[in-house]
């Protein structure tokens, strides 16, 4: 029982940034946000550094890598490692469920 306990649990995270992805893939670009979940931005200061990511991993996915650059250079590189994150959290749990027999 432990184990089925812990195979979901190892899988939050990894259904947390596949289903990020998806909803910013399903994600209109271009659009002006109504209003913004960055702390940073709701403590009225101007710069933050992580503004614009969601964006450039919207245009990536509609195929516009030059305002995905535009928007945040390190949008590229976030996509690749939350799919990479995502696999290995999957492949681990996977492998460590068939591994280890269950026993009632």
């Known amino acids: 029982m432990y184990i089925r306990y812990q195979f979901k649990k190892n899988h939050l995270e990894a259904w947390f940034w596949l289903v990020a ?6 994600t ?22 992580g503004c614009g990511l969601g964006h450039a991993i919207m245009f990536l996915f509609h195929g516009q890598l030059a305002n995905s650059w535009a928007a945040h250079p390190l949008g590229i590189p976030a996509v690749i490692i ?3 994150r ?7 749990d996977i492998k460590f469920s068939l591994s280890k027999p269950t026993t009632l």
Do not use: M
């Not at 992805?21 to 399903?26: G, H, P, W």
């Not at 271009?30 to 702390?39: A, I, K, M, N, Y």
């Not at 995502?86 to 681990?92: D, F, P, Q, T, V």
């Open 21 to 26: 992805l998806i909803s910013l893939a399903f």
């Open 28 to 49: 209109t670009p271009g659009q002006e946000p109504h209003f913004t979940l960055c702390p940073i931005k709701n403590l009225g200061f101007d710069f933050c550094p």
């Open 82 to 84: 939350l799919l990479w």
């Open 86 to 92: 995502s696999i290995s959290l999957l492949k681990r």
